[in-house]
T-cell receptor
């Protein structure tokens, strides 16, 4: 079974621009979570989607948004980019919503975003 | 919200020695505790996890222990090998419901170096 995939793998943008990142979960997985990884802040939760609905959101400004499609693929968007948005953006998929016994999250390879 | 503290931040051992990484969590309602290994430039990989109804879990050279009363859990790696060198992250979540959907709260990471 193919793992979680993310596109693009690398991205360079300038301040003020916007960016859209894509995540395709493992086949059959319906929940997608997004995380930001930086050397200073570590791994921080952005948001989670299930059945095209955002169920949970981390402590990030409204410039960070996302969505999920009917095939469970998810996108996240960052508008008005700032230098501090430079990070590795990781998505993770889970088999079921976390009301069942399957809590495991499997990560994609990430998108390395550099803002100049 | 949940807060996870991880120690040590760096750990250096000789091949064949044991390595122990410890984490404490703040939310007594958390009930799922995964450990991830992240090699340089790679995605975080789930290596072992434990749920709050279990005190210990082992998978070959890796084991995790959980003390719910003290709210801490530990990763134990025996007979370390150079390929164990990586950054290890602990995480915690309330597996079902509330504000926890899809949200893993991570520790700050431990850089493990195994010297041949």
């Amino acid at each position: 079974k193919a793992g979680v995939t993310q596109t693009p793998r690398y991205l360079i943008k300038t301040r003020g621009q916007q960016v859209t990142l894509s995540c395709s979960p493992i086949s059959g997985h319906r929940s997608v979570s997004w995380y930001q990884q930086t050397p200073g802040q570590g791994l921080q939760f952005l948001f989670e989607y299930f059945s095209e609905t955002q169920r949970n959101k981390g402590n990030f400004p409204g410039r960070f948004s996302g969505r999920q499609f009917s095939n469970s693929r998810s996108e996240m968007n960052v508008s008005t980019l700032e230098l501090g948005d430079s990070a590795l953006y990781l998505c993770a998929s889970s088999l079921y919503p976390q009301t069942s016994s399957s809590y495991e999250q499997y990560f994609g390879p990430g998108t390395r975003l550099t803002v100049t | 919200g949940e807060n996870v503290e991880q120690h040590p931040s760096t750990l250096s051992v000789q091949e064949g020695d044991s390595a122990v990484i410890k984490c404490t969590y703040s939310d007594s309602a958390s009930n799922y505790f995964p450990w991830y290994k992240q090699e340089l430039g790679k995605r975080p990989q789930l290596i072992i996890d434990i749920r709050s109804n279990v005190g210990e879990k082992k998978d070959q050279r890796i084991a995790v222990t959980l003390n719910k009363t003290a709210k801490h859990f530990s990763l134990h790696i025996t007979e370390t090998q150079p390929e164990d060198s990586a950054v290890y992250f602990c995480a915690a979540t309330l597996g079902a419901g509330g504000t926890s959907y899809g949200k893993l709260t991570f520790g700050q990471g431990t850089i493990l170096t195994v010297h041949p």
